[in-house]
């Protein structure tokens, strides 16, 4: 099994800056993240995508983060970063990594994995 382990969540001002950081291990074998992603769930409504980034570094961001909010990845060390800038109210949220990954060999069938996430509160 992969683990995903968030963070960089916190509180902000609106205007402000936070960087989420999430890192992918694996206890036996050598893990190959194939695609990341970032969700986030704000309370009482439904999770949805932030961003992906795919190992050709091809990224998509969702509408309303977009020039706001930057992924990357360093791959040598199994990380994924969202940098979020001009944060707002409205990106208050629990923020989710999630990444399709093989174990062992890059080859090997992909499977899905989640994090347990990270609280970002923003205020006005």
């Known amino acids: 099994q992969v683990q995903l382990v968030e963070s960089g969540g916190g509180l902000v001002q609106a205007g402000g800056s936070l960087r989420l950081s999430c890192v992918a291990s694996?206890?036996?074998?050598?893990?190959?993240?194939?695609?990341w992603l970032w969700y986030r769930q704000a309370t009482g409504k439904q999770r949805e995508l932030v961003a992906f980034?795919?190992?050709?570094?091809?990224?998509h961001y969702a509408d309303g983060v977009k020039d706001r909010f930057t992924i990357s990845t360093n791959n040598a060390k199994n990380t994924v970063y969202l940098q979020m800038n001009n944060l707002n109210p409205e990106d208050t949220a629990v923020y989710l990594c999630?990444?399709?990954?093989?174990?062992?060999?890059?080859?090997?069938?992909?499977?899905?994995?989640w994090g347990q996430g990270t609280q970002v509160t923003v205020s006005s």
């Open positions: 999630n990444a399709y990954a093989t174990l062992g060999s890059i080859t090997n069938r992909a499977s899905n994995y």
């Open positions: 694996a206890s036996t074998f050598e893990v190959n993240v194939l695609d």
């Open positions: 980034i795919r190992r050709d570094d091809t990224t």
